[in-house]
């Protein structure tokens, strides 16, 4: 199968570097300094799934790729319709464009460039960091979901999936991938713009019990959105779940903290600003969300400023 | 008169200074190392009202400061309990424990320690900083305003009022310093958390779209706490009020700020905190300044853990 790696940062690397292992035909695309460092001395992934050097294609240019089989898209939420814009010279009508990453409505950020009936949405829970350019490390093995939206897609997908298998990623199609990212989303409303506004560790946010008990509130409030939806989550109960992930993560900085450390944009639109404006739509009042989202929005700012 | 400031940092020193260089009997009370620097070159004063260096008294132990015809309480909210304690062997039954903080309840907390009947309220609109010890500046010239709860103790606060005057410290009685308090703990509501949170200049918060509808949005929820109580403000429509304080103080950085920036404790628990509270006893949800407070305290947390 040709794959191409859209916004290859660390997940994407590591998904593509281990794919183009077991035979795939897989092309990265990614800045410039990663891509010239794997040109040069190879993809270096170290970590859970052992120490490798991996030859794959890469390339900054994505219309530099070809045509692709499947499109795998790991750029941030908010890079998700440029990114998709940059990718049309390698859709065909039988390519999947295969979002895998964090947030809700990336799909339909996608969609404004690409049929959404080739959109395919996935979720990956692998842990990665880029350490520095051509240099991944995989800090975490998690499951890998893909929906299946359309039966003539199964065959790729299935095919997509034995090859992460046999990659030593364990992946399945799943028949409720929205519930799976809606989950996935409302935990992420719980911890990450906690961490990023405190600079707490994950561990310690569960710790206080101010802190926690806001957790809480910010993901039943969120719930209060997703049950007027009339969407009934088979996860279990989301904030026990959050609880745990943030136990089981505990000495970890989450991704919106290091992108606020880092000066970076963060992917609160696609978190809780998403919950905020799905609840302005249904008339769902959202306080807490709505708080939490200007405040990592103004520490986005004052980064800008800082710059 | 016998004048003891308790907690003689920027404001308190400003105050004691200028009172005893109009012949004030005046003691502060303070750190260490601010006291040894008065103590040897004097109490150096420099800014809005001129430049002058003024011979004061000074000690670390309140006890021994001797009997108070007034004791003008400047320590930071969240010490005015332990203050208070600090400050009962220069109460007579005919001293006044004045608070001059910012925060709601700060009179609660004098009142574990002190009778209640001899507790004044009183606001100070200036500004002012410790440069370092022994020198303050004299940032901002505000008015100040005292209120009378018994007339037993107008005449004391008649004096103090006419020192100030005489001292360049525009200041009057008042018989609405509730009010005035509550109105100054409001704007503070607005602005305060959202720069300790953000790191945003005050001007910076009400330039931003996102922001400035929070700093409304927070206020808002205070003042409905505010109305549920019964209490109409006179001070006109405070989201104005709030938005142009912060316009009027654009380059700063809110007290709250300056404190989350040096690592130290906050005074949100008698601002933001402190509406939640009421909130919670008077049935009026707030859900917003609960996630303020919170956040606020886990950066209080934050900064502890890296101490």
Redesign the interface.
Known sequence: MRLVVLGAGAIGSLLGGLLSEVGEDVTLIGRRAHVRAIRSNGLHIDGVTGRRKIKVKAEVAPSRAGKADLVLCTVKAYDTRAAAADARPLISKESIFLCMQNGLDVEKEAAHEIGAEQIVRGVTNNGALLVKPGYVKHTGLGDTLIGCPDKKWRDKINELVKALNSAGLPAEITERIHDIVLSKVLVNVGINP?GA????RNG??VK?P??K??MK??VE?ALRVVDKLGISIVDGDIVEKTFKVAEATAPNKNSMLQDVEKGKRTEIDFINGAIVRIGEEIGVST??N??????V???E??AA?TR
């Open positions: 906690l506004i405190t600079h707490l310690d946010l206080n101010l802190l008990d806001l509130s910010a409030e306080p807490i709505y708080t939490l989202t200007a405040l929005k103004g520490l700012l004052s400023n």
